[in-house]
């Protein structure tokens, strides 16, 4: 599998949503043009009607969570740091770090599990979160989103579970990740579509940010709120593009030794890796250094047409720009309690 511009397409065409920045976008969010958000996503259901209901004042919060199956990665890193832009932005923040998620669908064990969700903490506060005007939070202890969680699985049944794994999950299976979708897997994607639903509940407009991959978390909780008479269309997902992995691999994941750089590894040793990596695809959505660089927070459309029309040329300004994304990464990365 590849995270290219026809997959994308594909996931766009499958599942009717919309393409940002082809036309077909009419509003900004959080004083992000539509261009701008094209830099950091590609896909969304329903992020219009969020967008309207913020510029009206109405109640609305974004959401996003991060696995904690081992130090974070690139991927991991930048779906914190959209977290941060948006919060900047001045919209309503919530962070989940799945500490039961990783506990029930990667049996990690509980004190490990609560180990990493220290480091996690520290790691979000270090790049700049606020959880004095956010949420950052554990699924552990949150009896009020599992009773939730507890409600919502009677308007759910195996079926949903299995239409809803996520698209990389045969890569995952060919790497021993797991073998099949257990009950463990099911209870863990039941509270994830909990930690949405509870928000809407509250009554909420909730976005949920997610990498494309993922895509069905939000639909199945989708499903399971308009099964409970709930205002489903008050769920919207927004979606971001897949950092490519090393080695041929789609992308960067916690989950796959090798497929990237991540915050356990020394600055030399990142340094090497990305030294390494010829940036030879032919597309955008091919190269790692460019859609990272994509991901800062201070990157929008001009910045990024810029830059990704000196790669595709071979100009001397993305070489500068790969060897200061490099120092940047590790500056980032240093955030990471080692």
């Known amino acids: 599998m590849k995270f290219d511009t026809a997959y994308y397409e594909s996931v766009i065409d499958q599942h009717q949503y919309e393409h ?35 510029a009206g004042g109405r109640p609305a919060i974004v959401t996003t969570g991060v696995g904690l ?26 962070i989940v770090l799945g500490d039961l998620d990783s506990y029930n669908a990667r049996r990690t064990p509980l004190d490990a599990v609560r180990r990493l969700a220290d480091q996690y903490e520290e790691f979000a ?31 759910l049944d195996d079926d949903d579970f299995h239409w809803a794994e996520e698209d990389l999950a045969g890569l995952y299976r060919n790497h021993g990740v797991f073998d099949h979708l257990n009950y463990g897997m099911k209870q863990a994607t039941l509270l994830m579509a ?16 997610l990498g494309v991959d993922e895509h069905k978390y939000v639909a199945l909780a989708r499903r399971g709120a308009e099964r409970w008479g709930l205002p489903a269309d008050r769920l919207a997902g927004i979606y971001t593009k897949m950092i490519p992995g090393f080695g041929g ?3 960067m994941s916690k989950s796959i030794p090798g497929s990237g750089i991540d915050g356990s590894m020394p600055a030399e040793d990142i340094r090497a890796l990305l030294a390494a990596d ?17 991901c800062l927070p201070e990157v929008g ?12 040329a071979g100009d001397r300004e993305w070489r500068v720009i790969r060897e200061e994304l490099v120092e940047r990464l590790i500056t980032l990365f240093s955030c990471w309690p080692k």
Do not use: N
Request: contains cysteine; hydrophobic residues 40%.
């Open 69 to 94: 199956g081992g130090p974070p990665h690139a991927g991991t890193l930048f779906q914190l740091l959209r977290a941060v832009k948006l919060q900047q932005c001045g919209l309503d923040v919530q």
């Open 249 to 251: 691999l789609p992308k």
């Open 20 to 54: 940002l920045g082809l036309g077909t976008i009419d509003f900004a969010l959080a004083g992000m043009s539509p261009g701008d958000l094209l830099t950091k996503w590609v896909c969304h259901t329903g992020a219009r009607e969020f967008a309207d209901a913020v």
């Open 194 to 209: 909990a930690d949405f639903v509870h928000l809407l509940r509250e009554g909420r407009h909730v976005l949920v940010s």
């Open 278 to 294: 010829t940036d030879s695809a032919p597309s955008d959505d091919g190269s790692a250094l460019l859609q990272m660089y994509a």
């Open 301 to 312: 459309q001009a910045e990024y047409d810029r830059v990704s029309a000196a790669r595709r």
């Open 125 to 155: 506060l270090g790049l700049g979160f606020d959880p004095g005007r956010g949420v950052l939070r554990r699924q552990e202890g949150e009896t009020d989103v599992m009773a939730t969680a507890f409600l919502l699985s009677r308007h």
